[in-house]
């Protein structure tokens, strides 16, 4: 994955973290955009001349349901749905309200990978006394099917 990312962006520092600590001094005020860099690698990125195309096949579909999760069911949806679709779907997260936890599970993914923590693993903040606990999730790609995600997210429920 880091010659990947090298490939894309030779420039870039890669910061490995795990569930996403970092020292904030790495990663903010760091002033790292640089034209003369940019300009070095691609000597038209300020020419306004040449054509620019949009994939109308990419889209976003956010869901808000509410109802608790069942979470083995939950993993497998999630499973199935990013090694089939995986491909076609650049990112995806969620808050997740998951049937018998007061914690908060949050998920994420790029494309086929995506992981899945809680407020009791330290990943954000638990729900709080009387918060209304709705499922949210939001999938951008490519071919994406608000009904069928809908549809096949629904039979999560507990």
């Known amino acids: 994955m880091i010659e990947k990312i090298q490939g894309i962006n030779s420039f870039a520092e890669i910061i ?11 990663i903010l005020n760091i ?5 003369d860099r940019v300009l070095q690698v691609e000597e038209d990125f300020l020419d306004t001349g040449h054509n620019h195309e949009h994939d109308d096949s ?18 497998v949806w999630l ?11 650049f990112r995806s997260k969620g ?13 994420q993914g790029v494309h086929m990978l995506m992981s ?11 729900w709080k006394e009387g918060e209304k606990r709705t499922n949210r999730l939001v999938f951008i790609g490519r ?9 096949s997210f629904s039979s999560c429920l507990a």
């Open 116 to 126: 899945l923590a809680s407020s009791e693993d330290g990943v954000g903040r638990g």
């Open 31 to 35: 002033h790292a955009f640089s034209l």
């Open 16 to 26: 490995e973290t795990q569930q996403s600590k970092v020292d904030l001094k790495k």
């Open 58 to 75: 990419v889209s976003s579909v956010g869901i808000e349901k509410e109802g608790e999760l069942d979470l083995d069911k939950l993993n």
């Open 95 to 107: 808050v997740l309200n998951v049937k018998g936890s007061n914690a908060r599970y949050i998920f």
């Open 79 to 89: 499973s199935k749905l990013l090694q089939e679709r995986g491909v076609d779907i």
């Open 143 to 151: 071919k994406l099917n608000r009904e069928e995600l809908e549809k």
